[in-house]
């Protein structure tokens, strides 16, 4: 059964469970995870049901005669499967190679085995299960009010290119060495100072050093922030809940924890972990769709650029047709049905595509052609006039590369601002917070031809006033130029041959 966060998956088990108990029936819920053992007990005390075991290493609940046991997968595998007429696993997308063994093995073949899963699309599932049965949808819930709506912000957008793709995802290793770096994780800190101050926020990390450094970011700026991984342990993550909700912890980092089954009030996503899985994607957002009091949205911060990879879970969720058979390479996904966002060049809020006008800042997209027309006529762009095309989706670029080209030249930050209004005829405006990128091509040539002709307009004032200098006055009052060198001869065109740096001379010291 697939159903969203905010659906009531584990509240539909528990009327599973008290079904099969009226029935004189035992039951086998199986879940993924540690930190979900507890938490499923906890779920089926609320709906009444207390005669319950726990199958989970030396846990105090410990007791094999009871007619339902809550079991980790990781302990289960390593003992002797208890007897059960009933079976449910939980978050049954986090597949082990036990479940296939389980689910095979012929002792077990007539004992009804039920998966619950937000993303139930792993490779092969549909070699062990034989039906989908959608609950509902991430859309519909947020329509209905069962879900939060939300807001997504792309910051950042890191360099990727060269980082490999390992089981389906990108290598871990050198995706933290790309995310790990000073100007990218500074700007997780100050968009969440600008845009999320004051939000419960859950913040997703790479591994280990990545997370660590973000949280020092954040206590360096005067932001409690706590964190969170695998080896973390269960009273300290008590710890990080409560102080989470007390609100004395505003934002915790987590590496690979509290994607699934927590009910923590999260206002704020703070998504730094890049990924090509759908199912990661989509499990990360839903920390913070529920609704809560007060709770108007979730505002997600993507500095992974995942949205614009993926698409809005909403989509991503529209995508899928049914459970993966093993034979198909794109997980049997309808990727017709997967709109990408756009992102606003002013305040980077992702928008739906095709629409113009941005629902955060009111700016509007309006196409550009890559030729000036004039009043009845085009206007060929000149060849040693070519400036670089104006196009408003391009000023977060452009600005970003004059950053970075006055960073790496020691330019006083005027000079940006200035090239940028040279370009565009406007002076830069919600652009404050833009990290500084490599120059597109068209930019640097642009650069380039501009710091030549810089020279070159500073070389012939120089050679003027140094012309005018050596001319005397005759007796009748009148200016006698003085003879002119061979070596200099003044051009036609008011430019003195041989005292100009040549473009490629220039090219070399530039």
């Not at 969203?4 to 088990?13: E, W």
């Not at 794109?330 to 990408?340: A, F």
């Not at 380039?448 to 120089?462: A, G, L, P």
């Amino acid at each position: 059964m697939q159903a969203p966060v905010g659906f009531g998956k584990t509240v539909l088990a528990a009327e599973l469970v008290q079904g099969a108990r009226k029935k004189n029936k035992r039951v086998l819920f199986t879940v993924p995870a540690i930190s979900l053992v507890d938490q499923t007990v906890e779920m089926f005390h609320k709906q009444g049901i207390h005669d319950i075991g726990v199958i989970q290493a030396t846990h105090e609940m410990t007791d094999w005669g009871q007619p339902v046991q809550v079991a980790s997968v990781q302990t289960l595998q390593k003992r002797t499967l208890p007897r059960a007429d009933v079976v449910l696993i939980d978050e049954c997308h986090k597949w082990f190679k036990f479940y296939e063994k389980w689910l095979r093995d012929p002792e077990w073949a007539k004992v009804p085995m039920i998966g619950l899963s937000a993303t139930p699309w792993t490779k092969g599932l549909g070699s062990y299960f034989d039906e989908l049965i959608v609950a509902s949808t991430t859309e519909r819930l947020i329509a209905e009010g069962s879900l939060s709506k939300f807001r997504v912000y792309a910051p950042s957008h890191p360099d990727l290119k060269d980082v490999r793709t390992v089981a389906g995802d990108y290598h871990e290793g050198e995706l933290a060495d790309k995310m790990n770096r000073a100007e990218l994780v500074a700007d997780v800190v100050e968009t969440w100072k600008k845009r999320a101050f004051g939000r419960p926020t859950l913040c997703f990390a790479v591994d280990r050093a990545h997370a660590k450094h973000i949280q020092q970011k954040f206590e360096v700026s005067g932001i409690p922030c706590g964190y969170q991984d695998a080896y973390t342990k269960d009273f300290e993550r008590t710890i990080i809940k409560q102080k989470f909700h007390r609100g004395e912890l505003p934002v915790v980092v987590s590496v690979g924890t509290l994607t699934t089954g927590i009910d923590w009030d999260v206002r704020c996503i703070s998504m730094c972990r890049p990924t090509k899985s759908a199912m990661l994607m989509v499990q990360i957002i839903g920390r913070g769709l529920r609704t809560a009091k007060d709770k108007q949205d979730l505002l997600v911060l993507d500095h992974s650029d995942n949205h614009l990879r993926l698409g809005f879970i909403t989509d991503i969720d529209a995508s899928y047709a049914g459970l993966h058979s093993g034979k198909t390479k794109n997980n049997e996904r309808d990727l017709d049905k997967i709109r990408l966002p756009k992102e606003c060049p002013e305040c980077s809020f992702l928008k739906p595509p095709k629409v113009a006008k941005c629902p955060a800042c009111g700016f509007i997209c309006v196409a550009h052609t890559k030729v000036d027309v004039g009043e009845g006529e085009l206007q060929e762009l000149k060849a040693g006039k070519k400036k670089v095309q104006k196009v408003p989706g391009e000023k977060k670029s452009i600005y970003a590369g004059l950053l970075f080209v006055a960073k790496e030249k020691g330019f006083k930050p005027g000079w940006v601002s200035h090239n940028f209004r040279e370009i565009f005829g406007v002076w830069p405006v919600n652009l404050k917070y833009t990290p500084p990128s490599e120059p597109s091509f068209e930019l640097s040539d642009w650069l380039r031809r501009m710091r030549i002709n810089y020279v070159m307009k500073k070389k012939y004032v120089e050679q003027k006033a140094k012309v005018n200098s050596n001319s005397h006055v005759n007796g009748n009052g009148h200016a006698a130029p003085t003879e002119a060198k061979p070596s200099s001869p003044a051009t036609s065109s008011g430019h003195v041959q041989g005292t100009f740096m040549t473009e490629d001379d220039f090219n070399a010291k530039w």
